[in-house]
């Protein structure tokens, strides 16, 4: 446990920031001074109880007797100490992220919350700027998380990284629109059975997506801990020849107050499959359970399947809405980081990123049989200039260049490099993330 003293910089500045209503250098004067009280650090094992016990109270979800421990390591917490009680809570988990195939090392802001007599302080931009100048130093390349209200992480250079559907429909009414055979069984089984078919799915479905954080024992270790008791079910498809070739967890419960119809509910909180036999595998056993007139399912790709085989697509009744928000530590090694899937040379300049100024300057990108080679190029004319937020949601493939000029969000110095940036930032998957942490 070490007290983080690495000097600050207090209130951001520049073209991509809020309007202040104050003189920027006194407001950042007066943050600083309230900061002086305050210790900052990692919880210890004994704190973490107080730990919980805020997070339970910011996000309106106490910790209730059965309730299982955090599954945050004390060493992963950081947080803002007033007279030996904590004031402000913030931790991030050490994630391994495919950026398009390729995996980097990202970590994952969770908890994120202030005791409400402190707030005001600018203990949540001191916490979070902690974190990215900690993140830098594990040599994590970006920082990603799920965020309660977009608007807090933007000004902290967070970029939208990926969108999220969430499907709501009568299982009678989801058929195929062409009628193909599925080779294959469902079992519904437990974790020792399922632990090894399962993880196996997921890594087959994950190594090549985009976004989609590989899982550490704890994440799995919660989708079974209610399988375990009964109270959800985790299903696993095997094909004719009895490989598994996916899965879902999902729980099912008595509707309140539908007046007609099914008298129940289901609800899938995870589904991966290694092939479309597996993937319709899984939806006909969701459709077989008659007594079910509701099925729920979040967090779905942008991409998923459902659009392109079901009869009567709107019976999904699909939303859309922000997930992940992705802000870049390091410009340099988080674009060699990603897989590209073609040849290709850009310069980009980086401006206005007060939080981590080291990422300020112009670079030129060299892609090369899918590797990024990455340049400082400072003295040469950028081919587009753009804020830390705006490439955050360029380089994980959220959004096109073209798109990203449109709005005004890059300035364009070449305006032959729109289409071949696209293509060139392009990724094989919507970016996607299926749990929350």
Request: proline share 5%; net charge negative; with cysteine.
């Amino acid at each position: 446990m070490s007290i983080c003293t690495i000097g600050r910089k207090g209130v951001a500045k520049g073209p991509y920031c809020p309007v202040r209503t104050m003189d920027v250098e006194y407001e950042q004067e007066l943050l600083m001074s309230q900061l002086e009280n305050f210790e900052f650090r990692s919880a210890t094992a004994e704190e973490m109880d107080q730990f919980r016990r805020i997070a339970g109270y910011v996000f309106a979800n106490p910790p209730q007797p059965d309730s299982p421990p955090s599954r945050l390591d004390p060493d992963w917490s950081h947080c803002a100490f007033r007279d030996g009680k904590i004031a402000a809570i913030s931790g991030t988990y050490p994630f391994l992220v495919p950026l398009n195939g390729k995996i980097a090392d990202i970590h994952g802001v969770t908890a994120v919350g202030t005791e409400p007599e402190f707030r005001r302080m600018g203990l949540i931009r001191r916490l979070i700027t902690d974190l990215l100048y900690r993140g830098k130093e594990q040599g994590q390349v970006a920082s990603m998380l799920l965020a309660s209200m977009g608007a807090i992480y933007q000004r902290f250079g967070y970029g939208l990284g990926s969108r999220a559907m969430s499907y709501e429909f009568d299982p009678r009414e989801a058929e195929f629109q062409f009628p193909i055979e599925v080779n294959g069984h469902i079992r519904r089984m437990k974790k020792e059975d399922a632990l090894p078919a399962v993880k196996g799915i997921f890594d087959t479905y994950a190594k090549d997506r985009n976004l989609l954080a590989l899982r550490h024992d704890v994440v799995w270790e919660d989708y079974f801990s209610d399988v375990e008791k009964d109270k959800s079910y985790c299903a696993v498809h095997f094909d004719g020849d009895d490989n598994p070739d996916g899965y879902c967890f999902y729980t099912t419960r008595w509707s309140q107050g539908r007046e007609a119809g099914p008298p129940q509910d289901l609800t899938i909180s995870d589904l991966a499959y290694t092939s479309m036999n597996g993937y319709r595998g899984l939806w006909q056993y969701i459709r077989s359970h008659d007594l079910v007139g509701r099925v729920y399912w979040g967090n779905v790709p942008e991409d998923d399947p459902a659009y392109g085989i079901l009869l009567e697509p709107r019976c999904l009744h699909a939303r859309l809405t922000d997930s992940l928000w992705f802000r870049i530590i390091d410009v340099a090694d988080m674009l060699a980081a990603r897989h590209y899937d073609m040849d290709g040379d850009i310069v980009i300049g980086v401006e206005g990123d007060d939080l981590c100024d080291w990422n300020n300057g112009v670079y030129a990108l060299h892609a090369r049989n899918g590797e990024g080679e990455v340049i400082s190029a400072e003295g040469k004319e950028p081919d587009i200039v753009c804020s830390i937020n705006g490439l955050a949601s360029l380089a994980t493939g959220f959004t096109d260049m073209t798109w990203l000029a449109r709005i005004g969000r890059i300035r364009i110095n070449d305006t032959s490099k729109l289409g071949y940036g696209d293509r060139l930032f392009k990724t094989r998957y919507r970016p996607s993330l299926s749990f929350g942490f």
